[in-house]
């Protein structure tokens, strides 16, 4: 079956940097995704991965490694605006459809 | 860069009639587009995936004839749902593949069933 896992909620406070942490394990990987969702609305690109290593666009930054089916999203200099769920969502095969982790509730506190 | 519009924001209905959820291409050809639905504190769930000119592919446990999907052109696809109902009531949201490996997502639909 298909399975991505992050944790539930995180906390963090502002200003430090916080990691989410995203575990797969797909039938195919054709590319990983880290998206940033507040309440009501809806996603926003973060990040995509499809090769190992770090990508890093700011204050985010992403990894994957494909041998551990492991990816993360670290995120610095923590700002009250940060307080999000974080979606992980990996692309199996070329359909092009996602599937899509429960998200992150990350919580920053001043 | 790709925008998608998605209209109506928010919407309330009586339970027994249908509602159609827009959602547009502004800026460029969305050749398939992904409709979710996600209840409160979970995450997406995809519903079907449509292709200009064909039919929609719906998941396992979606009713077709409850939730057509229309994706008559390049810029348009559209969700309706039909003889709604309370359970019905959740947070729709579209989505665009955008090349070459991006999503472009919908700014979401809050439906109320009353």
């Known amino acids: 079956g298909q399975n991505i896992d992050q944790p539930t909620e995180m906390t963090a406070t502002e200003g430090a940097i916080v990691q989410i942490n995203c575990t797969y394990q797909?039938?195919?990987?054709?590319?990983l995704f880290w998206y940033q969702q507040h309440a009501g609305e809806a996603p926003t690109f973060l990040s995509y991965?499809?090769l190992d290593g770090l990508e890093e666009k700011g204050r985010f930054s992403s990894f994957l490694s494909r041998s551990k089916g492991y990816s993360y999203l670290l995120l610095k200099e923590l700002q009250m605006k940060d307080s999000a769920s974080y979606l992980c969502?990996?692309?199996?095969?070329?359909?092009?459809?996602?599937?899509w982790g429960a998200g992150t509730k990350l919580i920053i506190k001043p | 860069g790709a925008v998608v519009s998605q209209h109506p924001s928010r919407v309330i209905c009586k339970s027994g009639t249908s509602v159609k959820i827009e959602c547009r291409s502004l800026?460029?050809?969305?050749?398939?587009m992904f409709w979710y639905r996600q209840f409160p504190k979970q995450s997406l769930m995809l519903m079907a995936t449509?292709?200009?000119?064909?039919?929609?592919?719906?998941e396992q446990g979606v009713e077709k004839d409850k939730f057509l999907i229309n994706h008559a052109s390049l810029t348009l696809s559209t969700l309706t749902v039909t003889s709604a109902h309370p359970e019905d009531s959740s947070f729709y949201i579209c989505?665009?593949?955008?090349?070459?490996?991006?999503?472009?997502f919908g700014s979401g639909t809050r439906l109320t069933v009353v």
């Open positions: 449509s292709n200009e000119g064909s039919k929609a592919t719906y």
């Open positions: 800026d460029f050809q969305a050749t398939t």
């Open positions: 991965n499809v």
């Open positions: 797909t039938s195919g990987f054709n590319g």
């Open positions: 969502a990996v692309r199996k095969d070329s359909n092009y459809q996602l599937i």
């Open positions: 989505s665009a593949r955008t090349h070459p490996y991006g999503y472009t």
